[in-house]
Nanobody, 125 residues
């Protein structure tokens, strides 16, 4: 079983940067894709970014394209989300997620079967 642990959240001013990390432990060889989602108060959890573990292809929500970059470190079984030019509307709890089976769709929440506990990101104006 894979466990996911996020870190790196915090409070930052608008225009600032943060880097989130998600460390996967356990049987990580069965991971096909990993993603970042976020959930603001009173809102649905939404897709932010995803990466196919083997090929390294990345996908982004339009709202973060050009500002956020997702990457992976295979040796550390860790994915990162570098967030630049942060805006107050980026404020949310950010969740790391993993697919343990292949899915053509890696941007939809139901296709992920493992989730981290979340880390709070707050962007002040």
């Amino acid at each position: 079983q894979v466990q996911l642990v996020e870190s790196g959240g915090g409070l930052v001013q608008a225009g600032g940067s943060l880097r989130l990390s998600c460390a996967a432990s356990g049987r990580t060889f069965g991971t096909y894709a990993m993603g970042w989602f976020r959930q603001a108060p009173g809102m649905q959890r939404e897709f932010v970014a995803a990466i196919r573990w083997s090929a390294g292809y990345t996908y982004y929500a339009d709202s973060v394209k050009g500002r956020f970059t997702m990457s992976r470190d295979n040796a550390k079984n860790t994915v990162y989300l570098q967030m630049n030019s942060l805006k107050p509307e980026d404020t949310a709890v950010y969740y790391c997620a993993a697919q343990t089976g292949y899915s053509q769709d890696i941007t939809s929440k139901p296709t992920y079967d493992l989730w981290g506990q979340g880390t709070q990101v707050t962007v002040s104006s």
